[in-house]
């Protein structure tokens, strides 16, 4: 459920950032989104575009295509955002480096885990992501470009909460356990990706896939383990191949 909400909402944020490159904004953008579908051949109505606003739903292929054509940007980008939105050089011709959010990968091998067991849980399948500033925001809360990382899961640990391939968004700037949630971290040089969740005078830690014993650590160890970062966002791997 979370997985499937978070993916709504970058998906929401994505198709406004767009919305606001084509010129689409104001209290009439539903209705002037649901009318141009409706040209295009599309059964859509406007509460249903509504919802695709508001995080409640994302469309069908057959309306996500004609909306990227509308928008004029990828199909791929509006659905996934895995690539950057085309942009008609009369609407921009250069791109300014200043206006763009760029999410770097995340270099497990900078933390010195020697560990290369528990590094393939992690993989580096995307080298960056580039954002415009206002999806960014929405998506990240505010947080500056240089504290957000992405990693992709390659692992089943997590399953209920993640696949395998996920893209993960990380705050590297989150260093000590900080209250309830799932945390890239360091113990006696094993690297790991789990939930921690205080419980009475220990700290438990969580594989959301069932089949994965959860242990404990007790107060006085889970100090001494070295959080890396903690997991904000995440990016679901459902491509769907056309052609």
């Not at 590094?119 to 995307?126: F, K």
């Not at 006696?188 to 205080?198: E, N």
């Not at 220990?202 to 242990?215: C, F, G, H, M």
Request: net charge neutral; proline share 2%.
């Amino acid at each position: 459920m979370v997985k499937k909400e978070s993916t709504r909402q970058a998906f929401t944020a994505r198709l406004i950032a767009a919305c606001e490159s084509a010129g689409i904004v104001g209290h009439g953008r539903n209705k002037q989104v649901a009318l141009a579908l409706q040209e295009r051949g599309c059964k859509i109505s406007t509460p249903g575009v509504w919802k695709w606003f508001n995080g409640q739903s994302i469309p069908d292929d057959n309306n996500l295509l004609a909306l990227s054509q509308l928008l004029d940007v990828r199909v791929e980008w509006l659905q996934f955002g895995m690539e950057k939105p085309a942009v008609l050089l009369t609407q921009r011709s250069l791109v300014n480096p200043q206006h763009l959010f760029r999410v770097e990968s995340l270099d497990i091998g900078q933390h010195g885990v020697r560990s290369s067991s528990t590094r393939d849980e992690l993989v580096e399948t995307i080298q960056a992501i580039e954002y415009g500033l206002e999806e960014a925001r929405v998506l990240f809360n505010g947080r500056p470009a240089e504290n957000i990382r992405l990693i992709a899961l390659n692992s089943d640990s997590m399953a209920g909460t993640f696949a395998p391939r996920d893209q993960l968004f990380v705050d590297i700037s989150v260093h000590r356990f900080d209250g309830d949630g799932i945390y890239l971290f360091t113990l006696d040089d094993q690297l790991y990706l789990k939930r921690l969740q205080l419980q009475h005078k220990k700290v438990a830690v969580i594989s959301d896939n069932k089949r994965y014993e959860t242990w404990y650590l007790t107060l006085e160890e889970a100090r001494t383990l070295q959080v890396v970062a903690r997991v904000i966002m995440s990016q679901a791997r459902d491509y769907q191949i056309l052609g």
